[in-house]
């Protein structure tokens, strides 16, 4: 079945360590996406891919970072940085033209403490 | 102001009544819209697309938009407890950054049998 894995589910760690998500889609999309989920916050951008070796920074990319070395895959690395890491993170995929749908994974659930 | 408001909610409706959840956009440009289901801990699932003025029905569902007011709408009838999920909705504009879409904060529906 075709569709996008993220992995873990469920992430914890420490205050002050850095650690990174996993997105793996097997749609043969050209674009991609990381989200941030908070409760009555909705989803903002964090980065996006529209090809392989490019990204752009979305709305709230500070203290993350990304790489899109192959095209199925988008990792989001979540750094010490980032002031308020706990948080529910989508990865999408898309075809990569306007108005294409995105095409989510499950999400992964990270908890810093 | 947001580019898209969404009432959160909570809406609690018996089974079979019929649901209508809203959303209202500040920006003409936005041409393409969307109706996501979200299930607890779950990653969005795409449940309608849209793009012209007008209605647009699948099964149960019932998509509405109306340009000129900036109003997009989703009706869902005989409501079933499957339906108790958050509806997120979403839309894009040219000037997205990588067609990335825009959502509203999502409206938490409960259907009780």
């Known amino acids: 079945d075709g569709g996008i894995t993220q992995s873990p589910k469920y992430l914890f760690r420490k205050e002050g360590q850095n650690v990174t998500l996993s997105c793996e889609q097997n749609?043969?999309?050209?674009?991609m996406y990381w989200y941030r989920q908070d409760p009555g916050q909705g989803l903002r951008l964090i980065y996006y891919s529209q090809i392989v070796n490019d990204f752009q920074k979305g709305d709230i990319a500070e203290g993350y970072s990304v790489s899109r070395e192959k095209k199925e895959s988008f990792p989001l690395t979540v750094t010490s940085a980032q002031k308020n890491p706990t948080a529910f993170y989508l990865c999408?995929?898309?075809?990569?033209?306007?108005?294409?749908?995105?095409?989510f994974g499950n999400g992964t659930r990270l908890t810093v403490t | 102001q947001k580019e898209v408001e969404q009432d959160p909610g909570p809406l609690s409706v018996p089974e079979g009544a019929i649901v209508s959840l809203n959303c209202t956009y500040s920006?003409?440009?936005?041409?393409?819209f969307m109706w996501y289901r979200q299930y607890s801990r779950k990653g969005p699932e795409l449940l309608m697309y849209t793009y012209s003025s007008g209605n647009k029905e699948d099964g149960r569902f019932t998509a509405q938009v109306d340009k000129s007011s900036k109003y997009i709408s989703l009706f869902i009838r005989d409501s079933q407890p499957s339906d108790s999920a958050t509806y997120l909705c979403a839309m894009s504009k040219n000037s997205n950054s990588g067609y990335a879409l825009n959502f509203g904060k999502g409206t938490s529906l409960l259907v009780t049998p």
């Open positions: 920006n003409s440009a936005f041409q393409y």
């Open positions: 999408a995929s898309s075809i990569g033209d306007l108005g294409s749908p995105l095409h």
């Open positions: 749609l043969n999309h050209d674009a």
